[in-house]
């Protein structure tokens, strides 16, 4: 496990436009406007799930999978037996991750343009390539999940923090078309902080451990 040194700029960085003013009607029909995007997204990173009983009633065959899993297994098994990252395999990776957040932060009212699936818009997430001889221990994905747990269990509070948090920009924007200020750099946080668990934990780009900070 590497610890970030102070001062330096985390391999995963995440910033969103702040927007001065925001529609209201878009932000009332938010959660029904998302579905169509959502619906691509999670075609994307969910799995397939099948179960098999036999006469009993007992499980006997239950499979799950998806491009996110299956992407973090091969990477996983790459940087283990080869010591290899694929350029266009990490450019996969980060633009699909990218794209996701461009979909998370219209659902929770950072921003009202519409997910592309192109354009940067105004999420701007950016992860470095990592040198994979240089840069990253061979052996540490395997062990990296039990590293996260801190980290998870603290995001689990701070993910119910701001749902409340959303919640109640959601009827501030409807009241004066503003997120306040201070809902919004939290909310902004608390993605930033997921990123970087991830950028560690799951798409394997660094060995540096995640500070625990919203900024």
Excluded at 27 to 46: D, E, S, Y
Excluded at 154 to 166: D, E, G, H, M, Y
């Amino acid at each position: 496990m590497t610890v970030q040194p102070a001062g330096s700029e985390y391999p995963a960085r995440l910033t969103i436009d702040f927007a001065e003013q925001l529609d209201r009607a878009r932000t009332f029909l938010r959660v029904f406007m998302v579905i169509p995007i959502g619906i691509v997204v999670a075609v994307l990173t969910a799995g397939a799930t099948e179960t098999v009983y036999d006469r009993s009633g007992e499980v006997v065959r239950h499979s799950s999978g998806g491009i996110t899993v299956g992407l973090f297994i091969a990477t996983l098994l790459m940087i283990v037996f080869r010591q290899r990252y694929p350029r266009w395999w990490f450019d996969f990776a980060l633009e699909l991750t990218r794209f996701s957040a461009r979909v998370c932060a219209y659902f929770v009212l950072l921003t009202d343009q519409y997910p592309s699936t192109v354009e940067e818009q105004n999420v701007h997430l950016e992860i470095d390539y990592p040198d994979v001889e240089r840069d990253l221990n061979r052996w540490l994905p395997l062990v990296k999940w039990i590293f996260a747990i801190p980290h998870l269990v603290v995001l689990a509070v701070l993910s119910a923090a701001a749902f409340f948090a959303v919640v109640a920009a959601w009827f501030a924007i409807l009241f004066t078309g503003q997120y306040p200020r201070g809902l919004f750099d939290f909310v902004v946080g608390v993605g930033r902080w997921w990123l970087r668990v991830q950028a560690y934990a799951t798409l394997l780009v660094t060995d540096r451990y995640p500070p625990f900070s919203l900024t």
